[in-house]
């Protein structure tokens, strides 16, 4: 029993090492491979060049991937809120609680590229709304949106419900309980839950090539506005072979982004857990 619990712990502690010389190992080598075009210039200036993309930089597509994974985050943050709510403070069907897990179990199994494909048909060629960042944003949403409703059902419902149960006891109403006890104390989750799926959201290609990337577009203005994406991008430069190097630097600004966007979030909810101890 004890070489087993110890082929178990060392198993544990190897996978662990081994996941962080991955994730090192992989931004070691974009950096190595980049360095030579990451300047001021490559993040604050538009593609340039004949071919498009040889030169200059990728501005238009930091600002387009931080819009679409903005905009999805908050449409998906609040559905998936709000279904894990219902199904853990509504829903006392335990039948009808098991479909809905099913189907969001179903769609989360769903690819990316037939999200894609159903975002073009309904959105872009159904309603109308032609290549854009609404169009975009609502379809990364629809792929978000299980993966951040089956993580915030989990989180609330190993959330402490003696203050829940207690609030309700004392006659205060199911939903000012959950808006002003359960979800605060569950606010580091929720941040935490969101942040993954923004991440998610901004490193996905497949479903924003029909709907709403193009391969050269300005800063977008509006919500109707096509727009450029770094993992787009990245797939144009590689795809069409026009600049190894510039792709390297473009995929090591957007793994800094999606980590910088992962620790705010982070920080929030850990921040957000420390005062509600120290209360």
Same mark, same amino acid.
């Given at each position: 029993?004890? #070489?087993?619990?110890? !082929?178990?712990?060392?198993?544990?502690?190897?996978?662990?090492? =081994? #996941?962080?010389? !991955? =994730?090192? *190992?992989?931004?070691?080598? !974009? !950096?190595?491979? *980049?360095?030579?075009?990451?300047?001021?210039?490559?993040i604050m200036d538009s593609p340039k060049g004949i071919p498009l993309g040889t030169e200059g930089g990728i501005f238009p597509a930091i600002v387009g991937s931080l819009l679409s994974g903005a905009l999805s985050g908050l449409m998906g943050g609040i559905l998936g809120l709000c279904t894990a709510i219902y199904l853990v403070f509504y829903c006392y069907n335990k039948r009808l609680k098991k479909t809905i897990i099913m189907f969001l179990q179903c769609l989360a199994g769903i690819p990316s590229i037939v999200i894609g494909m159903f975002g073009y048909t309904f959105l872009v060629v159904g309603l109308d709304l032609k290549r854009s960042l609404i169009s975009a944003s609502l379809t990364l949403t629809i792929m978000i949106v299980p993966f951040i409703s089956i993580k915030l059902k989990k989180a609330l419902e190993e959330t402490s419900k003696n203050q829940f149960i207690s609030s309700l006891s004392l006659g205060v109403s199911k939903s000012y309980s959950i808006m002003h006890l359960v979800i605060p104390n569950a606010l580091g989750s929720i941040m935490t839950s969101l942040g993954l799926s923004i991440v998610f959201a901004m490193g996905a290609t497949a479903p924003i090539m029909l709907t709403g990337a193009v391969i050269i577009a300005s800063s977008p203005t509006c919500l109707t506005d096509p727009i450029m994406a770094l993992p787009y991008h990245l797939y144009v430069l590689v795809n069409e072979g026009l600049s190894l190097e510039k792709a390297y630097g473009t995929a090591f600004v957007l793994i800094i982004l999606l980590l910088i966007i992962n620790l705010v979030c982070h920080l929030v909810g850990y921040l957000r857990e420390r005062a509600i101890c120290n209360k």
């Amino acid at each position: 029993m004890k #070489i087993k619990d110890n !082929l178990f712990k060392y198993w544990v502690v190897l996978s662990g090492i =081994t #996941i962080i010389f !991955l =994730t090192f *190992g992989i931004f070691i080598f !974009l !950096l190595v491979k *980049g360095i030579n075009v990451i300047s001021f210039e490559f993040i604050m200036d538009s593609p340039k060049g004949i071919p498009l993309g040889t030169e200059g930089g990728i501005f238009p597509a930091i600002v387009g991937s931080l819009l679409s994974g903005a905009l999805s985050g908050l449409m998906g943050g609040i559905l998936g809120l709000c279904t894990a709510i219902y199904l853990v403070f509504y829903c006392y069907n335990k039948r009808l609680k098991k479909t809905i897990i099913m189907f969001l179990q179903c769609l989360a199994g769903i690819p990316s590229i037939v999200i894609g494909m159903f975002g073009y048909t309904f959105l872009v060629v159904g309603l109308d709304l032609k290549r854009s960042l609404i169009s975009a944003s609502l379809t990364l949403t629809i792929m978000i949106v299980p993966f951040i409703s089956i993580k915030l059902k989990k989180a609330l419902e190993e959330t402490s419900k003696n203050q829940f149960i207690s609030s309700l006891s004392l006659g205060v109403s199911k939903s000012y309980s959950i808006m002003h006890l359960v979800i605060p104390n569950a606010l580091g989750s929720i941040m935490t839950s969101l942040g993954l799926s923004i991440v998610f959201a901004m490193g996905a290609t497949a479903p924003i090539m029909l709907t709403g990337a193009v391969i050269i577009a300005s800063s977008p203005t509006c919500l109707t506005d096509p727009i450029m994406a770094l993992p787009y991008h990245l797939y144009v430069l590689v795809n069409e072979g026009l600049s190894l190097e510039k792709a390297y630097g473009t995929a090591f600004v957007l793994i800094i982004l999606l980590l910088i966007i992962n620790l705010v979030c982070h920080l929030v909810g850990y921040l957000r857990e420390r005062a509600i101890c120290n209360k």
